[in-house]
């Protein structure tokens, strides 16, 4: 054979590899033929397959998000909590329902719930309503964020329960904070937008309100 020829033939053979092995499952083939198995057969796991069922009866740690008592971290079951509040929806809480409005506020506003509740409002609330909750101030506004003052007459007139209502599951542009904020410490919440409104006494505060 000729050089030239030599040459073209060793060309075709590094392209035929260079296609082969880009292809991956003919050379897997190829080297399964050779040696009997390919690194396909292993006891790996397949994209999304879940490796262990969770056992009979288990519950999702952020279930319903309802701990069994003040500060306790929950750990998906309500026991030991009286009154656990029923389910409902966006709908119930756009449409002001009973089941919305009527719920009580089982949290007194001590200095330590408004300190927790401070604490919360300025992580998750503050960012659209401003730390004041007036809505003028809060960084989403840069966003262009419409503004939306929770301390009119209109909203300090709400109930608790309303409140908490829009926290758990939210309303229109607002999102839900169900997920994020526990039962307990959503009332902390409220009972802080309490004072935040001049509703509740910001007496209450003193000790630690910075
Ligand atoms: C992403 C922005 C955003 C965040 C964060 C947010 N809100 Fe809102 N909030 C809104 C908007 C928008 C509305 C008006 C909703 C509507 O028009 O239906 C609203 C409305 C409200 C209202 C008035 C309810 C009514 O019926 O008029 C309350 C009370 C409220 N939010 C409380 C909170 C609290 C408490 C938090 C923190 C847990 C919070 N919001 C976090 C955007 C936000």
Do not use: K
């Not at 607002?174 to 409220?190: C, L, N, Q, T």
């Amino acid at each position: 054979m000729s050089r030239r020829g030599t040459t073209l033939l060793a060309r075709l053979a590094l392209a035929s590899l260079i296609l082969v092995s880009a292809g991956c499952t003919p050379l897997d083939d190829l080297l399964a033929g050779v040696f009997g198995r390919s690194m396909r057969d292993q006891a790996s796991f397949d994209p999304y397959e879940d490796p262990l069922n969770a056992p009979d009866g288990s519950v999702p740690f952020a279930s319903a998000n309802l701990p069994a008592r003040v500060g306790d971290v929950n750990v998906g079951q309500a026991e030991g909590l009286q009154d656990v509040p029923p389910p409902y929806t966006t709908m119930d809480v756009l449409n002001e329902a009973e089941v919305v409005v009527s719920l009580e506020n089982p949290v007194e506003a001590t200095s330590e719930s408004l300190d927790r509740g401070q604490e919360l409002f300025l992580r998750f609330c503050a960012p659209c309503h401003g730390p004041a909750g007036d809505g003028v101030s809060g960084y989403m506004l840069l966003a262009g964020y419409p503004p939306y003052s929770m301390i009119t007459e209109r909203v300090s007139g709400f109930t608790d329960g309303h409140l908490y209502g829009m926290i758990r599951m939210g309303r229109g542009n607002m999102p839900a904070y169900g997920h994020r904020i526990s039962h307990f410490d959503r009332w902390h919440v409220v009972n802080y937008v309490r004072v935040l409104q001049g509703v509740a006494s910001p007496p209450a505060m003193e000790g630690g309100g910075e």
